[in-house]
């Protein structure tokens, strides 16, 4: 003999698959009335897409009262929804941040409808990546050495081809890489980087106008490695531009030396 609660168990999932099957959306374009991110009474929601996710999880929530686990669910998995007032946040949408949400609303809601939780916790790494692929808000990085000399002017191209002065120079003026090489762009790097725009010749630092066994001898005064600053009489041996004399700098004296 069947016990009646058994009998009442089958019943009840019988309506409740009933209920779920059968649910359409309403005029206003929900599968109910209620807030989905707000207990109310009614089974369902006033949003067909948050309510059909809701339900795929519980299915309670399309026929008993939309209780406060229909919300968690809401919140959890109906992305920006239940987070419309995070949006926009106060952080950079290209950078991760400790606060929910970033400062472009379009952006902020179209990461969170992809991943709730950037909207329910932090802006972290994964929001900033998330926000690169799918916004328009994030410029790409800015990656040097480009082509064109930094001590002078080379409109229409962006950037210049020594890695170190190029990005010191852009991190102060990011035009100078996402625009063109002005003469502003020039002068900052004929002020900011000795060691190639005082130098005429790379290597040459006896100034004789070659790269020989001479300048090598004084290059390796000039080595410091990893560690050390480099003085004025060694700026000619600092390739990178880095204030050290280093492996990188001994490779390309190497290949600017003189056959």
């Known amino acids: 003999m069947i016990r009646r609660s058994n009998i009442v168990q089958a019943c009840l999932f019988s309506l409740v698959v009933f209920a779920v099957a059968s649910r359409t959306p309403t005029a206003e374009g929900g599968c109910g009335s209620g807030d989905c991110c707000s207990v109310h009474s009614e089974p369902g929601c006033d949003d067909f897409d948050c309510c059909n996710e809701v339900c795929a999880f519980d299915e309670f929530c399309c026929f008993l009262p939309w209780d406060s686990s229909c919300v968690s669910l809401a919140e959890d998995h109906c992305g920006s929804l239940c987070s419309a007032s995070v949006c926009p946040g106060t952080g950079d949408c290209c950078q991760a941040h400790a606060s929910p949400g970033c400062s472009n609303a379009l952006c902020c809601d179209q990461v969170c409808t992809s991943n709730s939780v950037c909207c329910s916790s932090q802006w972290s790494s994964a929001c900033a990546t998330l926000a690169t692929q799918i916004c328009d808000v994030c410029e790409p990085p800015i990656v040097c050495p480009m082509a064109g000399e930094c001590c002078t002017r080379h409109e229409p191209t962006p950037g210049c081809d020594r890695e170190a002065c190029c990005d010191l120079i852009c991190a102060g003026d990011s035009f100078c890489c996402r625009g063109e090489w002005d003469d502003v762009c020039a002068r900052h790097a004929r002020e900011r980087c000795p060691n190639i725009c005082v130098c005429t010749l790379f290597a040459d630092l006896d100034g ?39 492996l990188a700098d001994f490779k390309a004296f190497l290949e600017a030396m003189t056959p």
Do not use: H, K, M, P
């Open 208 to 246: 004789d106008g070659l790269v020989n066994l001479r300048d090598f001898a004084l290059f390796q005064n000039c080595f410091s490695g990893n560690v050390g600053t480099v003085g004025d009489e060694c700026a000619c041996a600092d390739y990178d531009g880095n204030d050290r004399v280093g």
